[in-house]
């Protein structure tokens, strides 16, 4: 059984979204709240199963919303997401399209980045490991927030074409110092929000990046399952693990860790000022 809290939370939030309740909003309600038919008598078993879930669910989802990265990727191994939808979560036939084009991001990243664009209101974004639609869409959703955010991608091969409005760089980013110098980042107008997509040099680049974050900026370190050793080693030995903070909302919106950045939407948080 869910205690009173929980149902409390829940119950004020289906208010907030003018009644109508999602379908985790509903089974949170439903709990305990009849009594079981024959037939669901018999899915007792399974429902339990998903009482236990929603309780583990919760008790990451309810604490803070920034947690420090060192603590964050030490206590929080696990995924609500199963191997098999998070293989299936980029497409199956076909990948996910954005105006007849492939598009690499999960169903789950597709919904999540309008909504940290809106709520942070970058007036930078760089991808790292950027197509010719990636750098389209990160564009077009910037354009639907109101903003005027600069848009970079960087990538080993240069685009057949270059989206309106946005700027290319081609280049290895082995070597991000010399793409993303200390000059360019520091005149990047702010926030800034960076995505590593490019799946290279990823230790290098959390502390390049990292370090040139200001309070509030932003680092999303996409497909990073199989990145949690390399995330876990960098956080432990850098000058900076006090001001690295995963954003939680992002991270568990569909359950704990079913974004393609495992414990890594990163915020730059600098405590003392
Ligand atoms: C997963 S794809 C990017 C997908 C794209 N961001 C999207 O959402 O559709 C990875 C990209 O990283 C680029 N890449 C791989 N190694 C790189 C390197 N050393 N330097 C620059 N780009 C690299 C590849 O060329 C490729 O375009």
Not at 39 to 54: D, I, K, P, T
Not at 199 to 210: D, F, G, R, Y
């Given at each position: 059984m869910l205690n009173g809290n929980v149902k409390k939370y829940y119950a004020d939030?289906?208010?907030?979204?003018?009644?109508?309740?999602?379908?985790?909003?509903?089974?949170?309600?439903?709990?305990?709240?009849?009594?079981?038919?024959?037939?669901?008598?018999?899915?007792?078993?399974?429902?339990?199963?998903?009482?236990?879930?929603?309780?583990?669910?919760?008790?990451?989802?309810?604490?803070?919303?920034?947690?420090?990265?060192?603590?964050?990727?030490?206590?929080?191994?696990?995924?609500?997401?199963?191997?098999?939808?998070?293989?299936c979560s980029q497409g199956t036939l076909n990948c996910i399209q954005w105006k007849g084009k492939p598009l690499l991001k999960s169903a789950q990243d597709f919904v999540l980045y309008p909504m940290l664009i809106w709520e942070l209101r970058p007036n930078s974004i760089i991808e790292l490991g950027s197509t010719a639609t990636s750098l389209e869409w990160l564009t077009n959703l910037a354009k639907v927030s109101e903003l005027n955010s600069k848009i970079v991608g960087v990538d080993l091969h240069l685009p057949n074409y270059i989206p309106a409005e946005s700027e290319f760089i081609q280049g290895d980013i082995e070597k991000i110092e010399t793409l993303l110098t200390v000059d360019y980042l520091r005149n990047l107008p702010r926030p800034l929000l960076v995505i590593e997509d490019a799946?290279?040099?990823?230790?290098?680049?959390?502390?390049?990046?990292?370090n040139h974050m200001r309070d509030g900026d932003y680092l999303v370190v996409e497909d990073s399952l199989s990145k949690q050793g390399t995330?876990?080693?960098?956080?432990?030995?850098?000058t900076m693990s006090?001001?690295?903070?995963?954003?939680?909302?992002?991270?568990?919106?569909?359950?704990?860790?079913?974004?393609?950045?495992?414990?890594?939407v990163l915020k730059k948080i600098n405590k003392a000022g």
């Open positions: 939030k289906v208010i907030n979204q003018n009644g109508v309740a999602t379908f985790f909003d509903s089974f949170v309600l439903n709990q305990g709240t009849h009594d079981k038919t024959a037939r669901e008598e018999s899915l007792s078993l399974r429902e339990n199963n998903m009482v236990q879930r929603v309780k583990e669910t919760l008790d990451i989802n309810m604490g803070e919303r920034y947690v420090n990265l060192k603590d964050r990727i030490a206590d929080t191994l696990k995924s609500d997401m199963d191997m098999y939808d998070r293989i799946h290279t040099n990823v230790s290098q680049l959390l502390e390049w990046i990292c995330i876990s080693h960098w956080i432990q030995h850098t006090s001001t690295i903070y995963v954003d939680t909302y992002y991270t568990d919106f569909f359950g704990v860790n079913t974004s393609t950045a495992v414990n890594s």
